[in-house]
């Protein structure tokens, strides 16, 4: 069992399957089960989150919008909620993003799918997955 781990999602089946497999990994005494979701910044542009009616979002509140939202669906399909798992949304590329929170959490692990929503279905090991494996300063175990 793991103190404290850090599980990447983005919407996909792939980390869904992994927080719902760090959930079981988890220790049941430990309050540190982060789930994170990595935004990439939106181009400036006018524009940015504007919905009829109401007043344009600008980028980090869009990317926090956003997030929140992968977050909260991937929660509903898991059966978790936020008493359980901690939410974090960031703005970056994924796998920088994903190892600076992983250090700056100082986690036990990284539980994530092989693959995210990409174009290339036809990688065993994404590119996002390969590198956190291989720079992450904990443990990384990949959820096919």
């Known amino acids: 069992m793991y103190q404290s781990i850090l599980v990447p999602v983005d919407g ?3 980390s869904r399957a992994a927080l719902e497999v ?5 220790a049941a005494d430990a309050q540190s089960l982060y789930v994170l979701n990595t935004q990439e910044a ?4 006018d524009g940015i989150g504007k919905v009829a009616g109401a007043p344009a979002l600008n ?8 997030g929140r939202e992968v977050i909260e669906q991937v929660y509903q399909q898991v059966g978790i909620d936020s ?8 703005a970056g590329k994924p796998a920088q993003t ?3 929170e992983a250090k700056r959490l100082g986690v036990d692990a990284v539980v ?3 693959r995210g929503n990409s174009n290339i279905k036809s990688l065993v090991v994404g590119s996002v997955s390969h590198r956190v494996m291989h720079v ?6 990949v959820v096919g």
């Open 83 to 90: 008493q359980q798992a901690q939410p974090i949304v960031r």
């Open 136 to 141: 992450a300063p904990c443990a990384v175990i």
């Open 59 to 66: 980028a980090e509140e869009l990317v926090q919008q956003k």
């Open 112 to 114: 994530m799918g092989s």
């Open 42 to 45: 939106p181009l400036a542009e």
């Open 98 to 100: 994903i190892l600076a």
């Open 12 to 14: 996909s089946d792939q």
């Open 22 to 26: 760090a959930t079981r990994l988890v």
